[in-house]
């Protein structure tokens, strides 16, 4: 297979707006005889299908929650990125382009990120006009901040929940198209397979988590908007629902799987309590604007934090990363939090902490400012943990956040499946090796609203509705394929729970396929996790029946996709031989302990094959090319 | 720490339902109320025995999805605190815990705690948006929105769609649910156009839906995870009026 990333030719600034005048339209009165199915309905999906909708297409869209409001897109906390220049302070596209390349570490492509950053005004726009509150100055124009770093104001937020407010924005958009009738909804509901027929996407096959009947629905498109898959890990940030199995099963199918390994773990998140523990929940990165991170000089000291003399703590971010200090990058902050954790530094009940101390802040600014700044998250630390920021300092720990890797796509975002599209975080397009803050939102907005909108006229224009139904020998293979799945897992009945599997998979991945990588560990990986497959189709108990409503056999199904996916990221950590982004391997790092990238064998998109689950998946390289700027090194020193 | 679980059994929408009671042991005060449950399915499900299914997702109190009766309480006994969000170091040691579904005529329930929400859904659909295609609107800054205005608007905004002011009414009304939307958009310049039609229409829906009338008991604000306050209703019902008069 080639890979054709299809990208338009012609100068950066004018791809898209050339590409826009050269596809093929579909006529207006025909756009109604297309059936197109968006799976997911955060950002990306709701965004799809609402305006999809509205230009005339038959849609229908899925979530496996009760509501479409309430996909994981809810609980991003940050803000969204547009480079609008309201601050005059220097912003443009170019730089929102740069920043993105840049923070990526070179391993994006330019032409989809330039596109990026070209509609992430529009974004803003298209929100205000829905009623989306943004936080707005005295003088009624909208407020922004910097965030992650920026050198410029770019980001615009909601209070902390401007992920919950850009999808109600979208989530009304998407209700009126259910009131005006050109968009159903099907919740609670799970694509487990995708349908193909003479090689295209031609519609999927859903359980539905009430009555567990295996339900068929055929179309002339399908757009997957399924979200990330950090809860390979068991323990993240992400919801506890989230799964990776409608891209999986796409993959099985043969949608090439780009950059698994590439990952990114966020460094405030409150510190894991015990076993019962079933997610970590993340505490604002603004926070590390005034607070400065350390641990005990002496291992194992425990004495109660303020106790501690300052000549017996080790401000290490400050002490490593001078200029940057307690804002240094994600990536390298969460390293070295777990660095000092596994030698022995580590603070709190389990030793897997660092301190976050406002102490010098609260002296500088005063109660006051920090409650202002702060409060509602002191507030949520102290609910969740018994212990007051104001008192003693926070504990907080890095945890698997957010995963750039996902489907292939091309300029489109059409997968190797013709037919097939991937939006938001579900593809692998825009973010490189390391995704910057208030990012993601901008994507999934980008590629549901105005990307996929475009591009799939091109594709449908070439092929028409031709009448398929689901009585097509296709949808009846994919069916039984799924039953025999379902019962062989509640066949199985064996001791352990779904989620004993789930954990210790979680824990293969962190301590081998996390943070830090190498050759020896991710071989093991390998090896644990297959070892870990067969012990899962031996000995898992899922209990209940298909025919009712059933958790357990719903995670079941994720869990098995997990453990095969756990073993393509491995494979992927193992043979990219450099470090990039959030991508690190311990044996390609600088003097100073950096990422080395190795630009001369590796400034690829790796793209994984199927070839059967015992099988070697077979990896497709697709050479990026950066020809408006030059590859350089990252420092933060 | 060991506590009883006096808990929701039905099996099918069908099914009349009943109490029963479980032991659940090693819980740690840091423990969402969640991962108690979770830790008593673990027993459960080792045992042979259905566990108990609720719903949840997010687990940080923004999603809306989890949503059960705790000691009587919609999302337990804390106020502006959801049921994932709450911690077990709030129950005493060896306390027996009563855990319901939301019961309210527009929730039927599916399973055990988890009930059927697509009400709230269908009432959206009757006119809970601002009209507007996208690709159409104008520069977000030409709209200048008072700083107040905004603030007031996201107060209404932060609406999580949980329904424990269903679950907490007396009359099972949807009313703190349908004025947060309503509110929110009548605030703000965008959703003036279509304000009186969409209070109409969004207020009917919610009769049709089965749900019980506002008489005032204000309980859904005290069990509102995210603290909507009752003024919304009676913004609410101002709108509802001029939009009935104006047709
Ligand atoms: C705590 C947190 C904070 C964040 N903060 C920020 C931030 O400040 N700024 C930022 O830019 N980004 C942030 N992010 C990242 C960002 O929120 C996500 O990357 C983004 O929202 C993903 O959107 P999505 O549309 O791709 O997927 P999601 O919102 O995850 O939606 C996935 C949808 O797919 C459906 N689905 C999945 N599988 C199936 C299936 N098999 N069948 C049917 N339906 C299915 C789900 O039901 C859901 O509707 C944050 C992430 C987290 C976890
Ligand atoms: S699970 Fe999301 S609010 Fe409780």
Redesign the pocket.
């Known amino acids: 297979m080639k890979l054709d990333a299809k990208i338009p030719t012609g100068p950066l600034e004018t791809k898209w707006s050339r590409y826009l005048s050269e596809i093929k339209l579909v006529n207006p009165a025909n756009k109604r005889k297309y059936e197109i199915l968006v ?8 965004a799809a299908a609402a305006t999809l909708g509205e230009l005339g297409y038959r849609v229908k869209c ?4 009760d509501s ?1 409001r ?12 547009a480079a609008k220049n309201y601050q005059n302070d220097g912003d443009s596209v170019y730089r929102l382009f740069f920043d993105t390349i840049k923070g990526g570490d070179f391993r994006a492509r330019e032409a989809n990120v330039y596109r990026l950053a070209e509609l992430s005004g529009a974004i803003i726009d298209q929100c205000v006009a829905q009623g989306v509150p943004f936080a707005r100055e005295y003088g009624g124009q909208l407020a922004n901040r910097s965030f992650g770093g920026a050198q410029v104001s770019r980001t615009f937020y909601a209070r902390g929940q ?2 919950q407010q850009l ?1 109600l924005g979208c989530y009304s958009a998407l209700m009126r198209q259910v009131d005006t009738g050109m968009v159903s909804l099907f919740s609670r ?4 397979d995708v349908v193909m027929v003479d090689g295209r996407a031609r519609g999927i096959v ?1 359980r539905n988590l009430v009555t567990g009947e295996i339900e068929k629905y055929a179309a002339d498109a399908v757009c997957l ?4 898959y ?1 809860t390979v890990y068991f323990l ?4 506890v ?3 990776a ?2 891209a999986w099963r796409c993959y099985k199918k043969g949608a090439l799987f780009a950059n698994p390994c590439f990952t990114q773990i966020h460094p405030t998140c409150l510190p894991q309590a015990g076993e019962g523990q079933s997610k970590l929940t ?1 505490m604002s990165e603004s926070l590390r604007n005034d607070g400065r991170v350390w641990v005990p000089k002496a291992k194992g000291d425990k004495r109660p934090p303020r106790e501690i003399p300052e000549s017996d703590r080790d401000y290490f971010l400050e002490r490593k990363y001078p200029a940057f200090g307690n804002l240094a990058p994600r990536d390298i902050s969460s390293r070295a939090a777990k660095e000092a954790c596994d030698n022995g530094y580590g603070v709190g009940p389990t030793g897997f902490s660092v301190y976050l101390d406002f102490a010098e802040a609260i002296e500088r600014l005063g109660d006051n400012v920090i409650r202002e700044r702060y409060g509602n998250l002191f507030a949520m630390y102290h609910e969740i943990t018994d212990e007051d920021p104001f008192k003693q300092p926070m504990r907080i720990y890095p945890a698997p ?2 995963t750039m890797g996902g489907l292939w796509v091309d300029y489109s975002l059409m997968t190797t499946i013709p037919g097939l599209y991937a ?4 593809n692998f397009s825009d973010h490189g090796a390391n995704r910057l ?8 907005l980008a590629d ?1 609203y105005f990307v996929i909108p475009a591009t799939i006229s091109d594709y449908l224009a070439d092929n028409r509705p031709d009448g398929l139904g689901t009585d097509h020998d296709a949808f009846t293979e994919s069916v039984n394929g799924i039953n025999e799945q379902v019962s062989s897992l509640l066949g199985v009945n064996g001791s352990k729970s779904v989620r004993d599997f789930h954990w210790e998979l979680g824990r293969i991945m962190w301590e081998k396929v996390g943070m830090a990588r190498n050759e020896k560990g991710l071989t093991e990986a390998i090896s644990d996790i297959q070892a870990l497959r067969e012990d899962y189709w031996k000995n898992v108990k899922v209990g209940g029946s298909n025919e009712e409503f059933n958790k357990s056999l719903e995670f079941a199904g994720r869990v098995a996709d997990f453990i095969e996916l756990g073993e393509l990221m491995a494979r992927d950590a193992l043979d990219r031989a450099e470090s990039c982004g959030g991508h690190f391997r311990e044996e390609y790092q600088t003097s100073d302990g950096e990422a080395l990238r190795n630009d001369e064998e590796f400034c690829n998109v790796s793209a994984w094959e199927f070839k059967g689950v015992d099988k070697y998946p077979e990896l497709h390289r697709e050479f990026l090319e950066f020809e408006n700027i030059g590859l350089s090194q990252r420092s933060y020193k | 720490m060991k506590y009883q679980i006096k808990v929701w059994r039905q099996k099918n929408p069908d099914d009349t339902g009943k109490f029963e009671t479980y032991t659940v042991e090693d819980v740690i005060p840091e423990m969402s109320f969640l991962e108690m449950l979770d830790l008593l399915n673990e027993q459960l499900i080792k045992r042979g025995e259905s566990p108990v299914e609720f719903d949840s997702d997010c687990r ?1 109190g923004i999603c809306g999805t989890c949503g059960i009766v705790i000691d009587g309480m919609a999302h337990g006994p804390k106020r502006a605190c959801t049921a994932c969000e709450l911690r077990m170091r709030n129950f005493d040691e060896g306390a027996t815990i009563t855990v319901e579904p939301f019961r309210a005529r527009g929730f039927p329930v599916i399973k055990d705690l988890v009930v059927d929400r697509c009400a709230f859904e269908r009432i959206m659909a009757a006119g809970g948006y601002a009209s507007v295609n996208t690709g159409s609107a104008p520069d977000a800054n030409t709209m200048l929105i008072p700083k107040y205005i905004a603030e007031k608007a996201m107060d209404s905004a932060a609406c999580i769609g949980c329904g424990a002011c269903v679950a907490a009414c007396p009359n099972g009304s949807a009313s703190l649910f349908v004025s947060a939307k309503v509110t929110q958009l009548s605030l703000l310049p965008q959703g003036t156009p279509e304000r009186g039609r969409r209070a109409v229409r969004m207020v009917e829906q919610m009769d049709r839906e089965g749900f019980g009338n506002c008489s005032n008991h204000a309980e859904c604000e005290a069990a509102c995870p995210k603290s909507i306050s009752i003024e919304n209703i009676a913004r609410m019902r101002r709108e509802y009026m001029k939009g009935a008069l104006s047709d």
């Open positions: 799976v997911g309905s955060g950002l990306g999906g709701a899925f979530c496996y929650q479409a309430r996909a994981h897109s809810i609980s991003a906390q940050g803000g969204i990125n401007t992920g999808l509901r799970e694509m487990l859903c908007a399924t979200g990330g950090s993240s940030t992400n919801a629902n989230c799964n199995t409608a993340l956040h957010y939006l938001g975080e579900a803050g208030a990012s993601a939102l901008m994507q999934g549901g | 940080e």
